[in-house]
């Protein structure tokens, strides 16, 4: 059957964390990439009006961790426990929670949007960072296999250390080595240098 993972043209965010499942689970898919027009134009057609949008067979699926755990269960890269696979899920919600949370510096000077992500770093985003590393088994989110929330993490983590966002420097996650482990382990596979190295 078909597949294809629509998103916008860069390799971040949710669309990244998608194509990177599919990849990890050795789906061949069509990287359909869309520009601001043809997204406009496609939009009142999705299922909740955002990307990304996994298709398959003609079905359209969308939200980021639905697609996420659709991919996973089906191809080994999913708890099969019940309790495990809620936690995974609680998981992947709470990465959807931190990039909700991050002050977009909408309407703030640079001023008071330095003031707000600075905040942002001491408050909210050291609580995920500590209580996230305190489930993380090591060097993945259970141990020794990589699986869908570890490929989400992965792709938060990535923005953060490579300076994505104003005034919060990549040193900031210093302090949680776990982190830093299951990035670079997730860094490090290679089905997923694979993606990077052929982009
Ligand atoms: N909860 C959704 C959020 C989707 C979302 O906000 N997507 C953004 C891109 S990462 C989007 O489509 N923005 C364009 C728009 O809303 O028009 C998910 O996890 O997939």
């Known amino acids: ?5 629509t998103y916008f043209d860069f390799d971040g965010s949710r669309g990244l964390e998608c194509r990177l499942a599919l990849t990890a689970a050795g789906l061949a898919f069509e990287d359909i990439r869309l520009s601001r027009d043809q997204w406009l134009a496609l939009k009142p057609a999705t299922p909740f009006g955002a990307l990304p949008i ?9 939200q980021s961790n639905a697609i996420l755990g659709y991919i996973g269960r089906g191809h080994g890269l999913y708890p099969t426990d019940a309790w ?20 977009d510096g909408k309407g703030m000077s640079e001023d008071e949007k330095k003031a707000a992500r600075e905040a942002f770093a001491a408050g909210w985003l050291k609580q995920w960072a500590t209580t ?24 938060i983590l990535r923005s953060y250390l490579s300076g994505t966002y104003d005034h ?3 040193s900031t996650l210093d302090a949680y080595p776990k982190l830093l482990a299951l990035h670079a382990a997730v860094d490090a596979d290679p089905v997923i240098r694979g993606y990077f190295q052929a982009r």
Do not use: C, N, W
């Open 1 to 5: 059957m078909s597949i294809s993972l």
């Open 54 to 62: 996994l298709e398959e067979g003609g079905r359209k699926l969308a």
């Open 168 to 170: 919060i420097p990549p």
């Open 84 to 103: 495990k696979a809620a936690q995974h899920d609680a998981l992947m919600l709470s990465v959807e929670d931190l990039r909700q949370k991050l002050p």
């Open 132 to 155: 996230t590393s305190a489930q993380i088994a090591g060097p993945f989110l259970e141990g020794d296999s990589l699986q869908v929330a570890d490929i989400k993490l992965y792709v």
